[in-house]
């Protein structure tokens, strides 16, 4: 808002040279973000597109109780750990205050990761990598998933979900 | 004279008056999402029967 109130008729007189030199920069620079962040999503490597199913808590939770039975190979602290094979459905569910099961998958192999959340938001947050998801209970999130480097990874839940929100740290262990 | 009696432009209306434009500019990105949120929402397919198939079988 400017300090004074535009002169009596400012509607009908032409616009300035560099005014019109100024709405065409912003318009360039609104425009290139514009498409910056449609091509840098596709080659900056930034989060994946995933795709989104509707679901139940009691059906997500049946399915992954159902792909851990199928899959677990040993515990971990209480926790399932399960082995699935490459190109496989995975199912990874968050709960206060866990992350459900422990998977352990290959380097350089894909999986398709379904996760959701049992109760309420929980937030998907895989580090280092520090990839970022929210999940919310009702929706099966699906990404694809490539692990690169072998090594233990730290999924932290960062919606923050109750009293004990900062123990729900989940893991995911890449072999070579 | 004839000046003065010229009607103002409804443009002119809107542009003079930043409390509406304000009102505007968070109104129409409210709604604008809002909707596209709903969309969305209402689009979204249920789990594959084929995938709950191969994990609960003819549970």
């Given at each position: 808002?400017?300090?004074?109130?535009?002169?009596?008729?400012?509607?009908?007189?032409?616009?300035?040279?560099?005014?019109?030199?100024?709405?065409?920069?912003?318009?360039?620079?609104?425009?290139?973000?514009?498409?910056?962040?449609?091509?840098?999503?596709?080659?900056?490597?930034?989060?994946?597109?995933?795709?989104?199913y509707?679901t139940t808590?009691q059906e997500f939770n049946a399915l992954t109780q159902a792909f851990i039975e199928k899959y677990k190979?040993?515990?971990?602290?209480?926790?399932?750990?399960?082995?699935?094979?490459?190109?496989s459905d995975?199912f990874?569910?968050?709960?206060?205050?866990?992350?459900?099961?422990?998977?352990?998958?290959?380097?350089?192999?894909?999986?398709?990761?379904h996760?959701?959340?049992?109760?309420?938001?929980?937030?998907?947050?895989?580090?280092?990598?520090?990839?970022?998801?929210?999940?919310?209970?009702?929706?099966?999130?699906?990404?694809?998933?490539?692990?690169?480097?072998?090594?233990?990874?730290?999924?932290?839940?960062?919606?923050?979900?109750?009293?004990?929100?900062?123990?729900?740290?989940?893991?995911?262990?890449?072999?070579? | 004279?004839?000046?003065?009696?010229?009607?103002?432009?409804?443009?002119?209306?809107?542009?003079?008056?930043?409390?509406?434009?304000?009102?505007?500019?968070?109104?129409?990105?409210?709604?604008?999402?809002?909707?596209?949120?709903?969309?969305?929402?209402?689009?979204?397919?249920p789990i594959p029967a084929e995938l709950k198939q191969s994990l609960l079988g003819g549970k």
């Amino acid at each position: 808002m400017a300090l004074l109130p535009p002169e009596e008729g400012w509607y009908y007189k032409k616009v300035a040279r560099d005014e019109k030199m100024w709405i065409a920069i912003a318009l360039v620079v609104c425009l290139t973000l514009f498409f910056w962040m449609v091509v840098w999503h596709v080659y900056g490597r930034q989060n994946p597109s995933f795709t989104t199913y509707r679901t139940t808590p009691q059906e997500f939770n049946a399915l992954t109780q159902a792909f851990i039975e199928k899959y677990k190979t040993g515990e971990m602290n209480g926790i399932p750990v399960v082995e699935p094979p490459p190109n496989s459905d995975v199912f990874l569910l968050g709960k206060m205050w866990r992350w459900e099961p422990v998977l352990v998958l290959k380097k350089g192999q894909e999986y398709r990761f379904h996760i959701s959340s049992l109760d309420l938001l929980h937030g998907f947050s895989l580090q280092p990598v520090n990839m970022n998801f929210m999940v919310y209970p009702g929706y099966d999130y699906v990404l694809t998933f490539r692990p690169t480097s072998a090594g233990e990874f730290a999924i932290v839940c960062n919606e923050f979900c109750g009293v004990g929100h900062h123990t729900m740290i989940g893991k995911i262990i890449v072999k070579e | 004279m004839e000046e003065k009696e010229r009607k103002t432009p409804f443009l002119q209306l809107v542009l003079d008056d930043f409390m509406f434009l304000l009102f505007l500019g968070v109104t129409i990105y409210a709604v604008s999402y809002l909707i596209w949120g709903l969309i969305e929402l209402a689009w979204l397919s249920p789990i594959p029967a084929e995938l709950k198939q191969s994990l609960l079988g003819g549970k």
